[in-house]
């Protein structure tokens, strides 16, 4: 462009004619923001702005809850961690140990369906009536199948009986039997357990004081919280007796189940959260009351 100025104008006429020039540049672009961008951004389509519709969408797909969620998956995945279940090694180890036990009976379960991701066929067994819709749940039952451990579809059974006076099923069925946190489950379902049996006990209600007593079983294994199983003599000798040396007996037992540690009249030289016992006699003394 060659400005007036260039072929003789005066300068009044070269100042109008530059402004002319430029409102007739604005014009040609009406989309541009003076002072901002560029002509190659210009040329580009305007995008649309989010409507408020668009927003509320994206929110609803955020707040909805993932495959495999929902109240009674929650709930198993609070109370019990998931897949940071603490049970979870001593399960490996007692299923590897076992040689991986065919039928298992859990009385007293409550909802800790995590046993089937290391046992292929497990029986629950508890009194509470909501257990039910939890033990049928898709959900919970198709997290179970992605974090299963074990090739074969997961069998799963739930029995809502009172495990204490109410038959489970035909006795000497079941090839490992577990008793974790529910009180004494040793002396009305031992019967459920086959001779040669295995029985994973837990301490803290001293169920496995309890087992220890019956001359149907053999103490087989002390379990730490990692899993590690300690069979050997030297490993086991000194649970179950007391500070004195002497075998714990049946009324140091019932004082167990009386009194805090901090009040009782002895002390033991061990003490594991979990033992292995095997089942050594084909009868047992146990059943429903």
């Known amino acids: 462009l060659v400005l007036p100025r260039a072929i003789g104008c005066p300068p009044w006429c070269v100042a109008a004619l530059s402004m002319a020039i430029r409102g007739s540049s ?13 002509h190659a951004e210009e040329a580009q389509p305007k995008k649309k702005p989010r409507t408020a519709r668009g927003v509320k969408e994206v929110a609803a797909i955020m707040k909805k809850p993932a495959r495999g969620n929902g109240p009674h998956l929650s709930q198993l995945l609070s109370v019990y961690k998931g897949l940071d279940d603490w049970h979870l090694p001593i399960f490996r180890s007692v299923q590897a140990y076992t040689k991986q036990p065919r039928v298992v009976l859990y009385p007293g379960s409550s909802r800790h369906i995590t046993a089937s991701l290391i046992f292929p066929n497990v029986t629950y067994v508890d009194i509470d009536t909501k257990l039910g819709d939890f033990f049928q749940d898709e959900r919970v039952l198709d997290w179970v199948e992605e974090h299963k451990e074990y090739a074969a579809a997961a069998e799963i059974r739930f029995l809502l009986k009172n495990f204490e006076n109410q038959e489970l099923g035909q006795p000497r069925s079941a090839d490992l039997l577990i008793s974790a946190c ?29 087992v220890n007593l019956d001359p149907c079983f053999r103490l087989v ?7 590690t199983i300690r069979d050997m003599e030297e490993d086991l000798r000194g649970h179950f007796t007391t500070t004195k040396g002497t075998p714990l007996t049946r009324a140091q037992v019932q004082e167990s189940k009386e009194k805090p540690k901090n009040r009782r009249s002895f002390k033991l030289q061990k003490e594991s959260m979990f033992y292995l016992f095997k089942k050594v006699s084909a009868s047992s003394s146990g059943g429903p009351n």
Do not use: T, W
């Open 26 to 38: 604005k014009r040609a672009q009406p989309g541009r923001a003076e002072g901002c961008g560029s």
């Open 182 to 210: 529910a009180g004494i489950v040793s002396k009305p379902c031992a019967v459920y357990l086959k001779g040669g049996g295995h029985f994973l006990v837990s301490d803290a209600h001293f169920d496995a004081r309890e």
């Open 221 to 227: 294994a002390a379990v730490d919280n990692d899993g």
